[in-house]
């Protein structure tokens, strides 16, 4: 696979991994149009920090967990003037730049540097999405190139689903004789697990499109009157239908498997050919392991096709809805803000929206990591409100207007603002807090034993400590897969695994894993009592 070069990538390509690990300090909740000092714990963030360290941060609790992220990042126009800092010249990042790249930064294009800093936050994003997970990533020519190939690199080829075309505005200056009305949504799945959710809209007829090409719904019949059973024999297979669950709309339920008392059905024969399905078994089980319908046509054949969600609509890869334009976005924002023009192009909600639509469920998790003015989290709260879903969100945004201008646009969503209906809602601010490490590798004590506790089980397990019922010593943290964990740890004195602490643990497990300063069991006895001991600072993973 092509693979794309620049100055200073051999020193970011691994660069996620060197990020100190920083905690979460919350600054306050917000929870029934109130603010206060206490953590919401409702599951809603905003972290006010660099991306680069806040995503490293939310690492222990939600690897492997966001089901969407939206991330709309500077598209590198070369505009210094913007409030946004849509530039990677930004004092901010070029600090950085000169921190990780070193000497070398000083000759880098906006180009170079622009890769520089994306890379790292892509490689920690992908980390972070879910097997069946999506990313939409908005962007225009300046850097359109570069990222679809760092994309295609960090995220797979085989993982793009669409590079979807945005009509963001209609009225354009030409520019190089051509007036640019577009700009991007790069869209990737994290694995073959991810499903769009796509419309099947009874009011329409069905046609043999399917919806990310602009249609309703995939008919599996193969229309290419060329293709018949004798010339394509491994497109000749049986379908079962569920004669006993029929939906309001006719639809079988249907299976590619044989079931007890279904009825099995091959392609349909049609003016004297038969016909064969559109893909090969193989193929036909990795599309359709769900949500897969058969409706009796008119004249009584079985037409399978894939039912899609009730309540989005049909899309197809260039988005032209008046609602998705920039236009849309700052008349939105400017309505939360006196009518004042605050930022420049904001995101239309209606656009996030969109995307949560194609790829959340009702209980998933939504990251936005290039925050600005709070839409992603507008878009949340709306669709939770329109579908009666429980959606998260978790933004960050660098700059110091994550307060006062992300933060409280979300304020004013939640509760309502001039004539617009609040969607309820709560969540916590957070800022960037101590690195868990320090310079010299020993344990940052000021960050608080508790957020350490956090850190090492995370580090064990890949789970995110929950409080313990268990009646054990205070070193306990938590059994898992039969494995009870202690961490044994005195911010000011040295501690000891020894018979003593022993003696003091009431967990029983077929393992246990135990962190001290010191160790004074032998190897014998922890090898016949199952007992591995991890040494402090020492052994503690890091990542
Ligand atoms: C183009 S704006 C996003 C606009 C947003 N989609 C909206 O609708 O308001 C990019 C944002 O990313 C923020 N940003 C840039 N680099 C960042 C970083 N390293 N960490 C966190 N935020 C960053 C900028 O401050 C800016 O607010």
Redesign the pocket.
């Given at each position: 696979m092509p693979t794309l070069h620049w100055i200073g990538k051999d020193k970011v390509i691994n660069h996620h991994m060197d990020v100190p690990f920083r905690v979460l300090e919350h600054s306050y909740g917000f929870d029934n149009g109130t603010q206060s000092e206490t953590e919401t714990k409702s599951g809603n963030k905003i972290i006010h920090?660099?991306?680069?360290e806040?995503l490293k941060s939310l690492l222990p609790e939600y690897e492997g967990k966001i089901k969407c992220i939206y991330i709309?990042?500077?598209?590198n126009t070369g505009n210094e003037n913007w409030v946004?800092?849509?530039n990677v010249n930004y004092p901010?990042?070029k600090k950085w730049l000169g921190q990780v790249v070193g000497k070398e930064a000083e000759d880098l294009t906006r180009h170079d540097k622009w890769l520089c800093?994306m890379y790292p936050?892509l490689k920690l994003l992908h980390k972070l999405l879910s097997d069946d997970g999506a990313i939409f990533i908005?962007i225009d020519d300046n850097e359109q190139a570069n990222l679809k190939l760092i994309c295609d690199e960090i995220f797979g080829r085989n993982n793009f689903v669409s590079e979807i075309i945005v009509e963001n505005d209609s009225r354009a200056r030409p520019y190089n004789s051509v007036a640019i009305t577009h700009e991007y949504l790069m869209f990737y799945k994290k694995s073959d697990k991810f499903i769009a959710n796509i419309l099947y809209n009874p009011e329409k007829n069905f046609s043999n499109k399917d919806c990310l090409g602009g249609f309703d719904l995939y008919e599996l019949r193969n229309r290419n009157s060329d293709f018949n059973i004798d010339n394509r024999p491994n497109l000749y297979y049986p379908f079962w239908v569920n004669p006993d669950n029929k939906d309001e709309n006719d639809l079988y339920e249907l299976s590619l498997t044989e079931k007890d008392g279904w009825i099995k059905f091959y392609p349909q024969e049609s003016k004297g050919i038969k016909t064969v399905w559109r893909w090969g078994k193989e193929k036909a089980l990795k599309n359709l392991n769900i949500n897969i319908f058969g409706k009796k046509s008119n004249i009584g054949f079985w037409q399978v096709v894939k039912k899609y969600r009730e309540d989005s609509y049909s899309l197809n890869s260039v988005w032209t809805s008046s609602e998705f334009k920039s236009d849309r976005?700052t008349l939105t924002?400017k309505s939360f803000f006196e009518n004042k023009r605050i930022?420049s192009f904001?995101?239309s909600y209606e656009l996030i929206q969109q995307c949560l639509i194609l790829s959340s469920d009702k209980n998933s998790i939504i990251l936005?990591?290039?925050?600005?003015?709070?839409?992603?989290a507008h878009a949340v709260l709306n669709l939770n409100k329109r579908d009666g879903g429980n959606r998260k969100f978790i933004l960050?945004?660098?700059?110091d207007y994550s307060n006062t201008i992300t933060a409280e646009r979300v304020k004013r969503v939640i509760n309502g603002y001039s004539s617009i209906e609040g969607t309820g809602g709560s969540f916590d601010f957070y800022e960037l807090g101590e690195q868990l490490f320090k310079d010299d590798g020993n344990l940052n004590e000021i960050v608080g034993v508790e957020k350490i506790r956090n850190y090492i089980f995370y580090t064990e397990t890949k789970k995110p400590l929950s409080e313990s019922k268990h009646k054990d010593n205070k070193y306990f943290l938590n059994k898992y897969n039969d494995t009870a964990y202690y961490f044994n740890y005195e911010a000011d004195k040295v501690t000891t695994l020894n018979h003593d602490f022993l003696s003091a643990i009431k967990t029983k497990a077929e393992q246990y894993v135990i962190y001290a300063d010191k160790c004074l069991l032998t190897k014998e006895f922890m090898t016949k009592k199952n007992i591995i001991f991890k040494k402090i600072p020492r052994d503690i993973t890091r990542f």
């Open positions: 920090g660099d991306n680069l806040a709309d990042p500077p598209y946004y800092n849509d901010k990042i800093m936050r908005s976005g924002l930022f904001p995101k936005d990591s290039f925050s600005g003015s709070g839409t992603s960050i945004e660098m700059e």
